[in-house]
């Protein structure tokens, strides 16, 4: 129903660059995810441009045939000072249109950008200060110390994100398992990598966040949004979300087969 191709970016504003298609008309599973999109939309040979917010659920969405759409994926942290992620949240806000190629954004027009030339694009928000970035997300993320207490760090993180980082971190392990699945990993490792309790944790987290069982997500059926290899909020480990990481001694000295027979059900 759709093909979508992405492309990963340079830029440290934006996580990723995609574009699709639609190949005829239906329903797919819009998953849940930590960052917000600029979205191009074309159909019937007209543009319309929005603001795609973090979605906290996953949601059944309605896909129209012949569609093409383009889109900027901001890396987390990043974000719109007029378009606060809170305003975001679970929502898509409308940009007006300046022309038929062009857009209205903080009073000024802007060309649509193309799937090369998004990263520029980017750029030049930045450089007028439409697009920001709070590198104390990063710091928090990666455990790194800050000079603010920990009401204002949680407070600054909140007003970049939108969301607290117990959430985030949810959504993000949700989305890595999902990876995992459906790159062929058994379920029990699944359970493991991800770092969740058992089998049952699992099950309620991806039916919240991606909107199927494990068993439909190995399936692949019905179709996802956007789901890119990943791990846990970018990092190339998964120390933040596990528990039973095997550098640390899993759970206190146990071995896979332990946790396994202990814990997966």
Not at 72 to 98: H, N, V
Not at 127 to 139: A, D, H, Q, S
Not at 204 to 224: D, Y
């Amino acid at each position: 129903m759709i093909v979508i191709e992405d492309r990963l970016s340079d830029s440290p504003y934006v996580e990723r660059v995609w574009r699709s298609y639609s190949q005829r008309s239906g329903l797919f599973t819009s998953i849940a995810v930590t960052q917000f999109d600029l979205v191009i939309e074309k159909l019937e040979g007209k543009y319309r441009i929005f603001l795609h917010g973090p979605e906290t659920k996953a949601t059944q969405a309605y896909c129209p045939p012949e569609g093409e759409w383009l889109g900027i994926l901001f890396k987390f942290g990043t974000f719109l000072p007029k378009f606060p992620p809170s305003r975001l949240m679970d929502a898509a806000i409308s940009i007006p249109g300046a022309s038929s190629r062009s857009f209205w954004l903080n009073s000024a027009a802007w060309e649509i950008p193309t799937f090369e030339n998004a990263d520029t694009f980017v750029e030049r928000l930045a450089t007028e200060g439409i697009v920001r970035r709070e590198p104390l997300v990063e710091n928090i993320l990666y455990g790194q110390p800050n000079a603010l207490s920990l009401r204002s760090a949680q407070r600054h993180f909140l007003r970049a994100t939108g969301m607290n980082l117990t959430a985030s971190r949810q959504i993000e392990r949700a989305r890595y398992a999902t990876t995992l699945l459906r790159q062929g990993q058994p379920i029990l490792d699944t359970v493991f990598e991800a770092g969740y309790f058992d089998q049952p944790h699992l099950t309620r987290s991806l039916k919240r966040f991606i909107g199927q069982t494990p068993a439909q997500i190995i399936e692949q059926n019905p179709q996802l949004s956007l789901l890119y290899d990943t791990t846990p909020l970018g990092f190339d480990t998964i120390e933040l979300f596990n528990p039973f990481d095997t550098t640390q001694g899993v759970r206190n000295g146990q071995s896979r087969e332990d946790y396994a027979q202990r814990y997966v059900r």
